[in-house]
């Protein structure tokens, strides 16, 4: 019986934290599960996006300098099928919620956060990502 080969590369994320204890802890909770690069700028998110291709970012909000909502900015025009989640203490600051309402950022996860949390988001927009890409080949195949 035939088997249907499936993609074994696993979901490739930015984390964006200009806490380095932060960083460690996500690399140790889900280094067998996530392919992850970790970068503690804002400089360092953009450029990681203009080379990389990722699945989604999580990004915190309060960073030196730019924002973690001027990185999602970024991130939208860059690569704009990439999930965009904020991780954040600060959930009542109005940038964060219109952040979330318009779109920006599909997410807001809470810090502390939990794992539960970061691996729904992640596997959403993973689905989602498959999916799209399911379409677009359907759509090159040609009509008959």
Do not use: C
């Not at 035939?2 to 074994?8: G, S």
């Not at 400089?43 to 960073?63: G, H, P």
């Not at 860059?78 to 919620?97: C, F, I, K, N, Y």
């Not at 502390?112 to 799209?132: C, D, N, Y």
């Amino acid at each position: 019986m035939p088997t249907i080969e499936q993609k074994t590369t696993l979901p490739r994320l930015l984390v964006v934290d200009d806490e380095v204890g932060n960083l460690q802890t996500m690399r140790r909770v889900f280094r067998k599960t996530y392919d992850m690069t970790l970068v503690s700028s804002a400089k360092e998110a953009i450029d990681a996006l203009r080379n990389t291709t990722f699945d989604v970012a999580l990004v915190d909000y309060s960073m030196p300098g730019l924002t973690g909502i001027d990185v999602l900015k970024k991130a939208l025009e860059l690569q704009p099928d990439m999930g965009r989640v904020l991780v954040t203490a600060h959930a009542e600051v109005e940038e964060v919620r219109s952040a979330q309402a318009s779109g920006l950022s599909a997410a807001v996860i809470m810090k502390p956060w939990e794992k539960e949390a970061i691996e729904k988001w992640v596997g959403q927009f993973t689905r989602l990502r498959s999916m799209r890409a399911a379409v677009r080949e359907l759509k090159s195949l040609p009509n008959k």
